[in-house]
């Protein structure tokens, strides 16, 4: 089983940056898709941006050239650094990780876009 953290939201004004950290231990092998989601109040949960096990990527379109995903496998770490930030961003992120077709979930960090 994985155990997922993530960290780094908070609030920013428009135009600023965030990097959203998620660290998973446990079974952290054959991890071969992570990815970033996020829920507004009232929306349905949505898929950011994912990197798979052989680092290909992909992202939604709303954030298209404004977000980044990375890894450094060696720290059990993906990244998600948000730039360009705007009020529409505003949700709780969540980390994900699929590991032998077994899903897991972090709690979730509030990044808040306000001025």
């Known amino acids: 089983q994985v155990q997922l953290q993530e960290s780094g939201g908070g609030l920013v004004q428009p135009g600023g940056s965030l990097r959203l950290s998620c660290v998973a231990s446990?079974?952290?092998?054959?991890?071969?898709?992570s990815g970033w989601y996020r829920q507004a109040p009232g929306k349905q949960r949505e898929l950011v941006a994912s990197?798979?096990?052989?680092?290909?990527?992909s992202y939604a379109d709303s954030v298209k050239g404004r977000f980044t995903i990375s890894r450094e496998n060696n720290k059990n770490t993906v990244y998600l650094q948000m730039n360009d930030l705007k009020p529409e961003d505003t949700a709780v992120y969540y980390c994900?990780?699929?590991?032998?077709?077994?899903?897991?979930w972090g709690q979730g960090t509030q990044v808040t876009v306000s001025s």
């Open positions: 446990g079974s952290t092998f054959a991890i071969n898709f």
């Open positions: 994900n990780v699929v590991r032998l077709l077994q899903s897991s």
């Open positions: 990197i798979t096990n052989t680092g290909s990527t």
